[in-house]
């Protein structure tokens, strides 16, 4: 197994948004626990005012979506490391599989697990696997993710 390469986590706010390319009311990520070349662990703590919150729980695309800022993170903090100033763009590509079992309520703090299984060109086939704060899994997922230069 990889040595995670982060010393503490990141939960800074600013430092959070300089790492991935969206931004407010557009954010899915609030936490990077760990990183190593093809891994990461990164949180959300799901606010009660988010734009996808509906009935006090995160809706399926909004789950989705920090599975997808999970990753956008993780390569920021990538870009970060070989001196990028700013995170570059990307987007899904392809949803091959997701799998929710069960949708967060407000204040719940995600944990969601990242790791690259292949990457050509632009192109990153990634797996995502999402845990509430129990330790359940509510979410798993593969897509592959398009970065634009």
């Known amino acids: 197994m990889a040595e995670n390469l ?5 939960t800074s706010h600013e430092q959070i948004i300089n790492l991935i390319p969206q931004k407010e009311p557009f954010v899915f990520v ?3 626990y760990e990183y190593t070349n093809l891994t990461g662990v990164t949180g959300f703590t799901v606010p009660q005012d988010h734009v996808l919150v509906d ?29 990028q100033t700013k995170p570059k763009t990307g987007f899904i590509g392809v949803i091959k599989t997701v799998e929710i079992f069960g949708l967060p309520a407000v204040g719940e703090k995600l944990k969601t697990y ?23 899994v509510i979410a798993t997922s593969e897509m592959k993710t398009v970065t634009v230069e």
Do not use: C, F, W
Not at 77 to 83: A, P
Not at 128 to 136: L, Q
């Open 30 to 32: 609030d936490t990077l």
């Open 55 to 83: 009935e006090n729980k995160l809706v399926e695309s909004g789950l989705i979506e920090h599975m997808a800022q999970s990753m956008s993170l993780h390569r920021g903090y990538q870009g970060s490391l070989s001196g």
């Open 114 to 136: 990242v790791e690259i299984l292949h990457e050509i060109m632009n192109v990153t086939s990634v797996s995502a696997r999402t845990e509430n704060e129990k330790g359940v």
């Open 6 to 10: 982060l010393h503490h986590p990141i």
